[in-house]
C-alpha cells in the first residue's frame, strides 16, 4: 500500500514536470514564430512607410531650380532695391498655391529675403535673414541646399529646398545672386502614420525625433544629447529653443539585424514593450524607426501555452485509458472517439489561423504591388512633365531667334548691294569674268540667307539640326569674304593666326559662320573711331578644343557690362543701330553645337571674343567635301 501511494506520488510529479516542460516549450515556440511574424509585418510596414516619405519629400526637388531660372526672379535680382516687389511676391505665393507647398521665398546674397509668398502675413519672412542655415550656405556657394528643422518665424517643423539663382555663370569668378527656398511641411506623412497599428519616429543624425506618428514624442531624444551637439543645434537654430529632452528608451533585448525589443521609462509609451526596426534614409541623413506593440506576441504564447497544455492533458487522459484499456474497452473507445474530435477541432483552428494569416499577408503584399505600381505612374507624368517645360523654354528663345533674323540678315544684305553694284560697273567696263565672278558670290549670299532664315525651323526641333566634320579655317575664310570692301575701306589691318593644318570640328556650317560673321562685324564696328584699327584672328587647339579668338584695339566693354553682353536686347550703340540680339543669338548657336563663348578686355586695349569647341578626327580623303562647293 505504501509502495503504490509512493509509486502513484511519483506518477504525478513525472505528469507536473512534463506538463511544465510541454508548456515551457510550446510557449517558448509560439514566441520565437510570433516575433518573426511581428518583424515580417513591421519591416514590411517600414519599408512602405520609407518610401512614402522619401516620395513625398522628393517630388517637390526640382521646384527651387526651376524657379531659379525663371527670368522674373534673375530680372529682380539685377537691382531689387529699385523695383516694386509685389509682382513677384504675388507670383511666388501663386506657385505656392499651384505646387501645394507650405512657403516659397527668395533670398539676396546677404540671405536678406527680399520676396517670399507669405507677404501679408504679420510672421513674413521678408526683411529677416538666413544667412545662417545651412540651405543658404550650400547654394550660395553654388550647391543644391537640403535642410530640416523648425522656422525661425512660424516655429512649423519644414523640409527645406534651395538653389542658386546665377544671372551669368560664365566669368571664372561668377557666383549666384540670390537663393530660392522651398519650405514643405511634414504633417500630411504624419497623419497617414497615426492611422497605422505601429508607432513611426524619424531621427536625424543626432538622434533627435524631428518626426513621429504621436506629438508628445516629438522634439525629444532618443538618447541624451552632448553639450557639442546642443552647442551645433543652437548654431544653426535647427530646433528653435526646444529643450530636445531624452526620450527615456531602455532597450531590453538585442536580436541580429538591428531588431531590438525595447521599452519607455517617460511619455506616452510607458505602458508597453515594442519591437523596433530601423531603417536608413541616406537621402536625408536619417533613420526611421518603427515600434510595434508586442501584445500579438504575448498572446500567441498564453495560446500556444493553453493549447499545449490541452493536447498534453489529452495525451496523459489517452495513456490512462490506455492503462485500463482491459477493464474500460468501451469506455476507452468512447473517450478516443472524443479524443479524435479534440484533435480535429484543435487542427480545423490552426488550419483556419494559417489560412487568415495567408489572406492578410496575401493583402499586403497587394497593396504593397499597388503603391509600388502609383510612384512608377507618377515617377513618368513627372518626366512627361519635365519634358514639356524643355519644349516651353526652347519655344520661348524661338520668339527672340525670330525677333533677331533681320539682324542676322543685314550683312549678306550689304554684301548682295555691294556685289551688285561692282558687278554692274563691270559688265559696263566689260569685264565679264569678274562680273560673273561677283555674281557668283550674290548666288551663294542668297543660297546663305535662305540657311539662315531656316535656322528658325530647325531651332524648335533640335534633333534636326544636321551636323557635319567642318574645318574652322573655312568658316573664317568665308566670313572674311562678306568684309573685303569694309576691311579695305576703312583701311583695317587684317591679322591672322591660323594652322596650316586643317582644324576639324562638328557641327552646323551655316550657324557657325553666322557666329563668326557676326564676332567680325562687331569688331569692325569697334574701331571705326580707332586710329590704325586692327583686326586679329588667331586659332589655337588646346587641350582637345578648337578656340578661335576674335580680337580689335578699339575702346574695349565697360566693365559693368561684361556680364550683360550676352543678354537678349543688350546693347550700347545708339537707337537704331543695333537691336542688342546678335551676341545672345550666337552664346545660344554655341550652347546648342556644344560649345561656350565668352569675352573678355584685353590688357592692351581692346574687347577679345573666344568661341570654343571641342575637335573631331579629320575625316576620310575620300569623304572629305569642302564647305561652299
Known sequence: MRRRRLSRRLAIALLLLGLILCIWQAARLAHEQA?????????????????????????????????????????????????????????????????????????????????????????????????????????????????????????????????????????????????????????????????????????????????????????????????????????????????????????????????????????????????????????????????????????????????????????????????????????????????????????DELEDSVERRTRDLTASNRQLSAEMDERRRAETSLRQTQDELIQAAKLAVLGQLAAGINHELNQPLAAIRAYGENARRFIELSRLEQADANLEQIIELTHRMADISAQLRQFSRKSSERHERITVQSCVAYALRLFQSRLHDGQIRLVQQLPETPVWITGDLVRLEQVIVNLISNALQAVQNTAAPTLSITLETPREHACLRVADNGPGIAEANLSHVFEPFFTTKAPGAGLGLGLSISARIMEDLGGKLSVANRPEGGAEFTLALPLSPPPDVALETPPHA
Open 35 to 347: 516575433l518573426a511574424n511581428l518583424r515580417d509585418d513591421a519591416h514590411n510596414e517600414l519599408r512602405l512607410s520609407a518610401a512614402n516619405l522619401k516620395g513625398y519629400l522628393l517630388r517637390y526637388d526640382y521646384l527651387p531650380q526651376m524657379l531659379a531660372s525663371r527670368e522674373s526672379v534673375q530680372r529682380f535680382l539685377t537691382a531689387p532695391d529699385t523695383q516694386n516687389p509685389m509682382p513677384l511676391n504675388l507670383q511666388l505665393d501663386r506657385f505656392r498655391f499651384t505646387a501645394g507647398v507650405s512657403d516659397v521665398y527668395l533670398l539676396d546674397r546677404d540671405g536678406t529675403t527680399v520676396a517670399a509668398s507669405n507677404w501679408h502675413r504679420s510672421n513674413t519672412f521678408i526683411g529677416q535673414s538666413y544667412a545662417f542655415r545651412p540651405y543658404y550656405k550650400d547654394a550660395i556657394a553654388g550647391g543644391e541646399g537640403r535642410f530640416y528643422g523648425l522656422g525661425t518665424q512660424s516655429l512649423a517643423r519644414g523640409y527645406y529646398f534651395s538653389a542658386p539663382v546665377w544671372l551669368d555663370h560664365t566669368g571664372p569668378d561668377a557666383r549666384p545672386e540670390g537663393v530660392v527656398v522651398v519650405k514643405i511641411l511634414l504633417g500630411e506623412v504624419e497623419q497617414g502614420w497615426s492611422a497605422q497599428n505601429a508607432e513611426f519616429l524619424v531621427t536625424d543624425r543626432d538622434n533627435v525625433i524631428f518626426m513621429a506618428s504621436r506629438k508628445r514624442l516629438r522634439m525629444n531624444a532618443l538618447q541624451p544629447l552632448t553639450h557639442a551637439q546642443r552647442r551645433m543645434l543652437k548654431d544653426t537654430r535647427r530646433y528653435a529653443q526646444e529643450p530636445l529632452d531624452a526620450s527615456g528608451i531602455r532597450v531590453e533585448h538585442s536580436y541580429r539585424d538591428n531588431v531590438r525589443v525595447v521599452s519607455f521609462a517617460r511619455g506616452p509609451l510607458t505602458q508597453g514593450r515594442y519591437l523596433n526596426l530601423t531603417r536608413p534614409l541616406p537621402e536625408f541623413g536619417w533613420n526611421m524607426h518603427i515600434l510595434k506593440p508586442l501584445d500579438p506576441v504575448i498572446q500567441a504564447q498564453w495560446l500556444a501555452a493553453l493549447l499545449a497544455g490541452g493536447l498534453y492533458g489529452v495525451v496523459a487522459l489517452g495513456g490512462g485509458i490506455g492503462w485500463q484499456r482491459l477493464r474500460l474497452r468501451r469506455e476507452r473507445e468512447a473517450f478516443a472517439e472524443r479524443e479524435r474530435r479534440t484533435l480535429a477541432r484543435v487542427r
